[in-house]
């Protein structure tokens, strides 16, 4: 082990991907857990150290490692980070900072309204009440540590290859609609630029909004990127008419406009995407 910073990530997905490029980039050391074997080598092959989702295999690491990012979704047995670090509350070096990605689907259903971060979180669906226990969960352990929290209620990500012009090229897009309905956004980048902010800053332990500027209906988005590229747009499905899974019409069950200047204001945070449509242009030229 190197005298470096050391992060380690509970679950590199898409979002905690690009933070640890961030990370990389500034000569920090970065470790990521896995549950199945297989994606070890995907994990390496990113640069980042692999280490198995087990106390005792995670026994060094957690020695070591400075920042914590949470990157795994709670479950019905709640969140597997803290049932996992359970069985080593009495045996670890204390992290000095803390990051968890939630959801902006705790504030539940407010009309289309917007909320910011002092909005009480009143989830309807049950993925929105499991992040709201871990979210509370998380504050209690880091009392424990004596370590900064910072949690992250991330809108709906998007960014290379996770975006309407991909759903396009590949022939999935489907313009659904319901009136009324908009979605807060975020570019993978910015998630990246403001996790790595916070994490460098002397904010003390909070909460903080990731979504840009533009809240806008999910069928406009499908027709910006289509008439970028020159393509028919899908037809238009009314909401009630529309084939979709139980997950995907979930989305629609709420509907709230994402409030973000605690981020600008605290963190001094300058969106590289303000809006979908600043994002497309670079969207087009990486999908194509």
Known sequence: MSNNPHLLIFGPGFSARAIAKRAQEAGWDVSGTYRNPDKAAEIEALDITPVAFDANALADVLQAATHWLVSTAPDVDGDPVL?????????QMPPKWIGYLSSTNVYGDHGGAWVDEDTPPTPSLDRGKRRVEAENSWRKRTGTLEATLHIFRLAGIYGPGRNAVRSLL?????????PGQKFSRIHVADIAQTVWTAMNSTC?????????????????IIMEAATAMGITPPPEIPLGQAEMSLMARSFYAESKLVRNERIKRDLGIKLIYPSFSDALPDLVKSEK
């Open 83 to 91: 049932n996992l670090l359970k069985s080593r509350a009495d045996n």
């Open 170 to 178: 590949d022939g999935k897009a489907r313009r659904i609609v319901k």
């Open 204 to 220: 003390p332990s909070g909460v903080f909004n990731l979504a840009d500027d533009a809240p806008r209906p999910p069928q406009d």
